[in-house]
């Protein structure tokens, strides 16, 4: 079993009711929807990871794109 590790974060109002439909939608805890959540941001390309944390300008997210659809 994978060791587990405890953090708190803090949501806003709208995303903690996000949460709550999301884990009551779909028969998941809290717990296992952040987990997911976090595995799959980590699964993702650099620069994906950077667009979703708004560090790249907005011109540069629509180059990057651009870019990778014609590959």
């Not at 439909?21 to 959540?37: C, D, N, P, V």
């Amino acid at each position: 079993m994978n060791k587990r590790f405890i953090m708190r974060i803090d949501l806003t109002g709208p995303a903690k009711k996000k949460v709550l439909t999301l884990g009551e939608s779909h028969g998941m805890t809290q717990l296992a929807i952040f987990s997911r959540l976090v595995e799959f941001f980590d699964n993702q390309d650099r620069h994906i990871q950077s667009a979703i944390l708004d560090q790249d300008s907005k011109a540069n997210v629509a180059a990057m794109i651009l870019k990778n659809m014609t590959k």
